[in-house]
């Protein structure tokens, strides 16, 4: 099982920026996968998530209504577009599945419980 993000980079506030999540040895049709962040000096938080079965998705607090995230099954990758971003979107994002959780409160209530991470990528929000 692997999960690896990519597309992080210095975006001005307001702007936008699509986070790609490419994964293997795992079907997105069987297993969620979400996106989580942590800002230096900061906690790591769930950002958002999506499900295997139907694709329906949850979004935390500070990112909804601003963050879309996707899945194309065919390429194996998960998407989250930040749109409207705020300097306290500052931080390393990580995407990352748990073969037990499915997409909900309680996946995303557990930023250090996932089974499989990848490494990071890092969005910086700056003018």
């Known amino acids: 099982v692997q999960l690896q993000a990519s597309g992080g980079g210095l975006v001005q506030p307001g702007g936008s920026l699509r986070l790609s999540c490419a994964t293997s040895?795992?079907?997105?049709?069987?297993?969620?996968v979400g996106w989580f962040r942590q800002a230096p000096g900061k906690e790591r938080e769930g950002v958002s998530c999506?499900?295997?079965?139907?694709?329906?998705?949850l979004y935390g607090d500070a990112v909804q209504g601003r963050f879309t995230i996707s899945r194309d099954n065919d390429k194996r990758t998960v998407y989250l577009q930040m749109n409207r971003v705020k300097d306290e979107d500052t931080a390393v994002y990580y995407c990352?599945?748990?073969?037990?959780?499915?997409?909900?409160?309680?996946?995303?209530?557990?930023?250090?419980?996932?089974?499989?991470w990848g490494k990071g990528t890092l969005v910086t929000v700056s003018s």
């Open positions: 999506i499900s295997s079965s139907d694709g329906s998705t």
């Open positions: 990352a599945t748990d073969f037990v959780l499915p997409c909900g409160s309680s996946f995303l209530a557990r930023p250090y419980g996932m089974h499989y």
């Open positions: 040895g795992f079907s997105l049709d069987h297993h969620a």
